[in-house]
T-cell receptor, first 112, second 119 residues
Framework: ELKVEQNPLFLSMQEGKNYTIYCNYS?????LYWYRQDPGKSLESLFV?????AVKQEGRLMASLDTKARLSTLHITAAVHDLSATYFC????????????FGKGTTLSVSS | NAGVMQNPRHLVRRRGQEARLRCSPM?????VYWYRQLPEEGLKFMVY????????ESGMPKERFSAEFPKEGPSILRIQQVVRGDSAAYFC?????????????????FGAGSRLTVL
């Protein structure tokens, strides 16, 4: 059974500082997704990482994937208040006919 | 191009009643997924469907819950004899093909969710 673990689950950040969220998963996969959710809202796709060593960047967010370590990171550079949200990673196994399995999410709160 | 449409957005039911949640996937998407989100928790996979077929229902509770995606019309998640523990946000997502399958990223697009409250 695929397990996806994120840490930390809660992160209180100061504006301007850098932080990293970690996403570990338990079985072989080469497809990992990051989503953002604002309170009371739906999930918005941020990044899709499709191969070992993949790195994607959008604004202050950068995601990377190490399939050998079964680890993805979401790095936040110079945090700003607008980044306050819950961030989920999701993984799909290489087995056909299976859906994405999500981590519990990391709730970020950026304060000045 | 309308996204994933879910309705109702909010539903209140008394214990023992039935809840029906509907999901119309994005145009061109033939795969539908239902997830449940409880307060302070992540998204729990429930069921994955294609038209007229259930592909993976490993996350569905064994009793009271059922899902369908008929040839015509939206996907329906049905909860019979609701209990307070069923109160949650239910999200539907769709993709053009197998999520993360060969040939592309097949990113899941999520609907706005249906929030069920059981009194």
């Amino acid at each position: 059974e695929l397990k996806v673990e994120q840490n930390p689950l809660f992160l209180s950040m100061q504006e301007g500082k850098n932080y990293t969220i970690y996403c570990n998963y338990s079985t072989t996969s080469d497809r990992l997704y990051w989503y953002r959710q604002d309170p009371g809202k739906s999930l918005e796709s941020l990044f899709v990482l499709l191969s070992n060593g993949a790195v994607k960047q959008e604004g202050r967010l950068m995601a990377s994937l190490d399939t050998k370590a079964r680890l993805s990171t979401l790095h936040i550079t110079a945090a700003v208040h607008d980044l306050s949200a819950t961030y989920f990673c999701a993984v799909k196994t290489n087995q056909a006919g299976t859906a994405l399995i999500f981590g519990k999410g990391t709730t970020l709160s950026v304060s000045s | 191009n309308a996204g994933v449409m879910q309705n109702p957005r909010h539903l209140v039911r008394r214990r023992g009643q039935e809840a029906r949640l509907r999901c119309s996937p994005m145009k061109g998407h033939s795969h539908v997924y239902w997830y449940r989100q409880l307060p302070e928790e992540g998204l729990k996979f429930m069921v994955y469907l294609q038209k007229e077929n259930i592909i993976d229902e490993s996350g569905m509770p064994k009793e009271r819950f059922s899902a369908e995606f008929p040839k015509e019309g939206p996907s329906i998640l049905r909860i019979q004899q609701v209990v307070r523990g069923d109160s949650a946000a239910y999200f539907c997502a769709s993709s053009p093909g197998l999520a993360g399958g060969l040939g592309g990223a097949n990113v899941l697009t999520f609907g706005a969710g249906s929030r069920l409250t059981v009194l």
